[in-house]
């Protein structure tokens, strides 16, 4: 008869094992489900990392787990190498998986220190992405933009999903539910020296399981107070829609308001691909202080602001670390913020703060100034190029605009 089986190798050596399979198991268990949770209840995980304490608080247990998890593999890397009888039972595959899930481990580390607060943007890209995967849409853009260790964090994650019927990964799959109800099992010795040796083990072995029981019980019963909450939603889930008229109307409310959102964005899209110029704003309406948002040719978020000349300053609003939006407000430093994962930006030149999550600056844009007539009197490239001059006392009738040869350069 045809079988998977993991190959258990406890019985050629069990105190490493447990030293190595414990903390393993412990930690990955608690990785996975930091990876599960967002991609199930996006919206609930959203309002839990919504507070600050509770992001640092995933982002602490996080990595504890991933520590424990990736000493306990290097031990079961270790007692395989090591032991003869295990050397006699071990594959290729063995050292591969256990290389792979070390590798992996030591990937969502380095993506850990180096992007912080995952827990927060996971939500926004990778958990997309994986559901893309599960309706058979799939859209490898939601993740092509993320940095390079959290693409091989996902490739490398598909990896091992691709050798997880060739291996002892079998074993997630292989759940010995009958043993909750077959009948209880006694061992009894004969051996009158042995009966003496075992009896105290025994009674030892006889009331951790007790306390185990009760613990286990005990754990139960809080996760079941705990989840009341989940299950009503999925009751409520898989039950259906059950609105009244008033949740109807807000319903389709909310829905008209995301297809007049989508209208506008293509109604930008088809203004950028008909126009030479596209207008920002009013020169004298700028500010040095709070920027003014605007979408420029590559439909990205940008900034306007005004320099100490008088003349507009326009940088790129789209966070070089993980694509989020700037604020607006530039401190007593001359900078703007990433709010997201704390990036200070110089306004001047766009260059991050050394420390900060951001290692690129962000782009400087280039503008025109045209009168009210349309006529075109300055201009200035990305580069810092200009052309044209404008008298201090015409400025203010001055209207600013982003020109796509510009952005063809850039």
Not at 52 to 57: L, M, N, S
Request: charged share 20%; net charge positive; hydrophobic share 45%.
């Amino acid at each position: 008869r045809f079988s998977y089986s993991s190959l258990s190798s406890q019985f050629l050596e069990s105190k490493q094992l447990f030293w190595g399979s414990m903390p393993w198991h412990i930690g990955i268990l608690i990785v996975f489900l930091g990876h599960l949770l967002p991609f199930l209840f996006p919206s609930l995980w959203q309002s839990v990392t919504a507070h600050p304490y509770a992001v640092i608080a995933l982002e602490v247990v996080g990595i504890i787990a991933a520590f424990m998890g990736l000493i306990g593999l290097v031990v079961l890397l270790v007692r395989r190498l090591l032991s003869r009888h295990l050397q006699a039972v071990t594959t290729p595959v063995d050292l591969v998986i256990l290389g792979l899930f070390i590798a992996q481990v030591l990937i969502g580390i380095q993506t850990a220190a180096s992007h912080r607060w995952g827990s927060m943007w996971s939500v926004q890209t990778t958990t997309p992405y994986l559901w893309s995967l599960i309706t058979f849409r799939p859209d490898v853009t939601l993740v092509e933009s993320l940095p390079p260790t959290v693409r091989l964090h996902i490739a490398t994650a598909w990896v091992i999903v691709l050798l997880l019927p060739f291996s002892r990964l079998v074993h997630v799959f292989s759940l010995p539910l009958h043993y909750l109800w077959r009948a209880p099992q006694q061992v009894i010795w004969t051996n009158a020296r042995r009966v003496r040796h075992m009896a105290p083990v025994l009674k030892t072995a006889e009331e951790s399981r007790r306390l185990f029981l009760k613990g286990a019980i005990g754990l139960g019963s809080a996760g079941g107070l705990l989840s009341v909450g989940v299950l009503d939603k999925l009751v409520r889930f898989f039950g259906g829609p059950n609105m009244t008229p008033e949740e109807q109307a807000t319903l389709l409310r909310k829905r008209l308001e995301r297809l007049e959102m989508t209208a506008e964005e293509r109604e930008l899209e088809l203004e950028r691909m008909r126009n030479d110029y596209i207008l920002v704003a009013q020169l004298k309406d700028l500010s040095p202080q709070d920027g003014k948002y605007f979408i420029d040719y590559q439909m990205r978020p940008a900034l306007a602001y005004r320099d100490a000349s008088g003349l507009p300053l326009l940088i790129s609003a789209k966070c070089t670390h993980l694509g989020c939006t700037v604020a607006n407000t530039v401190d007593a430093n001359g900078r703007v913020l990433c709010p997201c994962h704390m990036s200070y930006f110089d306004l001047k030149t766009g260059v991050p703060q050394p420390g900060s999550p951001a290692t690129k600056p962000l782009p400087l844009l280039g503008w025109t100034l045209m009168d009210a007539e349309g006529k075109v009197l300055m201009s200035r490239g990305p580069d810092g190029r200009q052309e044209g001059e404008v008298s201090p006392d015409k400025l203010e009738g001055c209207m600013v605009y982003i020109a796509k040869r510009y952005e063809e350069i850039a």
